[in-house]
């Protein structure tokens, strides 16, 4: 497979991983009321390493064991990132939360550098800035009164030290691979989330009824854990190895667009015109970073 081709793939692979993130947050929404979100976070994990225990057993090997503290770095900065998100959602709103991830592309970006000196360009910075932009005027639904009126509180800075984590965690994943398998180096890397996630959720898994629990909530569980937990995680180890980290969570930014998609689709209400031009933004932007050629030597320094 030439690079052009490796990298049109990375492209895919966060399309289709944007997409199923999107879907969980209806998902997510309707499960809340039943089950405590910590309690949700660590069963996703468990169940998510089940399932790709299964696929990666053909493939796993002793040697994959060695330096294992290495999944469990991986592991606990996407189990910390969602942890420090429901801890900030007690202290503040999603909206806020959601202006604040829209800094984790430029971050990333800055450890990219830093670990794999993955050159950021000009077109791209742009591009980045451009697609930041268009998220957080769909994220405030285009309400400017609202969008200058954010605060940074204590929720605001606990989820920027989340976001700093998911920043961090896409070259790193990238930076510490030794060629391993990427369904083995998926796997692992799960297991290391569940461990952060299952120790700090110990107490809300210990009180939650799991037998009471209706369907709903489980329809929840086994998407996030297969989809949103099992899938993702593939598909964004598959980006990162692929691809800049700054280009893999830019799209992030399709998420907001995507469940105002859904909502729309759903019959929900669609959103009012001026936001489109937020949607039009982010698409630009994203055409901009899969047509300019990256320039990362996707080496350590």
């Known amino acids: 497979m030439t690079t052009r081709a490796q990298a049109l793939s990375g492209h895919a692979a966060m399309l289709l991983f944007a997409t199923t993130i999107s879907v969980s947050f209806s998902l997510g929404d309707l499960a809340a009321p039943h089950i405590d979100p910590t ?14 225990g299964v696929l990666a057993a053909r493939v796993l090997r002793r040697a ?4 294992a503290w290495r999944y469990l770095l991986l592991g606990g900065l996407l189990g910390t990132y969602f942890i420090l998100m429901f801890e900030a959602l007690r202290l503040t709103d999603p909206v806020s939360t959601g202006a604040v991830f829209t800094l ?12 794999m000196r993955q050159v950021t360009t000009p077109l791209m910075a742009m591009s980045l800035l451009l697609a930041g932009s268009g998220a957080v005027w769909v994220i405030f639904r285009g309400d400017v009164e609202a969008l200058l009126g954010l605060q940074v509180g204590p929720g605001e800075q606990i989820f920027f030290l989340g976001c700093a984590c998911h920043a ?7 930076f510490l691979n030794r060629g391993e398998p990427l369904v083995a180096y998926s796997f692992l890397g799960i297991c290391g989330g569940f461990c952060v996630t299952g120790l700090w959720g110990a107490p809300a898994i210990m009180a939650t009824d799991w037998t009471a629990l209706p369907a709903i909530a489980w329809a929840a569980i086994v998407y996030l854990a297969v989809m949103a937990t099992a899938l993702t995680f593939f598909l964004l180890q598959f980006a990162t190895l692929r691809l800049p980290a700054a280009k893999v969570m830019a799209y992030g930014y399709l998420v907001p667009v995507f469940i105002v998609l859904w ?15 937020g949607v039009a933004a982010v698409l630009l932007a994203l055409l901009i970073l899969i047509w300019e050629p990256d320039r990362a030597t996707g080496k350590p320094p």
Do not use: D, K, N, Q
């Not at 994959?64 to 330096?67: C, K, N, Y």
């Open 64 to 67: 994959h064991l060695r330096a």
């Open 39 to 52: 309690a949700v976070t660590a069963a996703r994990f468990a169940l998510g390493a089940a399932i790709m």
């Open 263 to 277: 909502e729309g689709l759903l019959g929900h209400g669609w959103i009012a015109p001026p936001v489109w031009i």
């Open 168 to 174: 961090f965690y896409t070259p790193l994943s990238r």
């Open 104 to 115: 984790i592309p430029l971050m990333s970006a800055g450890f990219g550098w830093i670990l």
